[in-house]
């Protein structure tokens, strides 16, 4: 079993839709859970990050963590073509150490 | 700020040759590099960590004679990959962070290394 889940779409929505991805992981040490953003040829840019369980806001983008069914979810209020990259959730037990990727979810906003 | 510039992007050479990717942070000093391999449909898996003046540490599995990474500066860590073969093919990729781990990683765009 993988440490952490993620279906790696492609998840393909219309602009100004909502969206919803999420991972799942199996340690329940985890304790730091993060949401990298991948563009094509690029690096992942961090997004996100929240400790231990929780939701967090910052502008469209909403992080959410449920460690009682080990589940985490990014969600992304109407969505932009520029928004289509590949949603990578992360997590650790120890800070922004040793980070442990799920697979990515490419996702696709048309116009 | 917090660029991290990784080169070559993209290599191809042949069977037993070593290869030497390179990953700088241009605009902080990093404390701390790791390098990520990620293979086709697969996560990005820690390799290594490491911090400037010691030896890196390498995740189980790694072989630390295959992969040797050096973290000579506070800007630069070199990963090179002795006697490649096609099975090293692979992306990979290296991140850079201030501190002992409490703060983000930045990543570089990641080495396309292809072994014929």
């Known amino acids: 079993q993988k440490e952490v889940e993620q279906d790696p779409g492609p998840l393909s929505v219309p602009e100004g839709a909502i969206v919803s991805l999420n991972c799942t992981y199996s340690?329940?040490?985890?304790?730091?859970f993060m949401w990298y953003r991948q563009y094509s040829r690029k690096g992942p840019e961090l997004l996100m990050y929240?400790?231990?369980?929780g939701n967090k806001e910052d502008g469209r983008f909403t992080a959410q963590v449920d460690k009682s069914s080990k589940y985490i979810s990014l969600f992304i209020r109407d969505s932009q073509p520029s928004d289509s990259a590949t949603y990578l959730c992360?997590?650790?037990?120890?800070?922004?150490?040793?980070?442990?990727f799920g697979t990515g979810t490419r996702l696709l906003v048309s116009p | 700020g917090a660029v991290v510039s990784q080169h070559p992007s993209w290599v191809i050479c042949k069977s037993g040759t070593s290869v030497k990717i390179e990953c700088r942070s241009l605009?902080?000093?990093?404390?701390?590099m790791f390098w990520y391999r990620q293979f086709p449909k697969q996560s990005l898996m820690l390799m290594a960590t490491?911090?400037?003046?010691?030896?890196?540490?390498?995740e189980q599995g790694v072989e630390k004679d295959k992969f040797l990474i050096n973290h000579a500066s506070l800007t630069l860590s070199t990963l090179t990959v002795t006697s490649a073969h096609p099975e090293d093919s692979s992306f990979y990729i290296c991140?850079?962070?201030?501190?002992?781990?409490?703060?983000?990683?930045?990543f570089g765009d990641g080495t396309r290394l292809s072994i014929l």
């Open positions: 992360a997590t650790s037990n120890t800070g922004f150490q040793k980070l442990v």
């Open positions: 340690n329940s040490a985890f304790q730091y």
């Open positions: 929240t400790y231990s369980s």
């Open positions: 605009d902080f000093q990093a404390t701390t």
């Open positions: 490491s911090n400037e003046g010691s030896k890196a540490t390498y």
């Open positions: 991140s850079a962070s201030v501190g002992q781990g409490y703060q983000p990683q930045h």
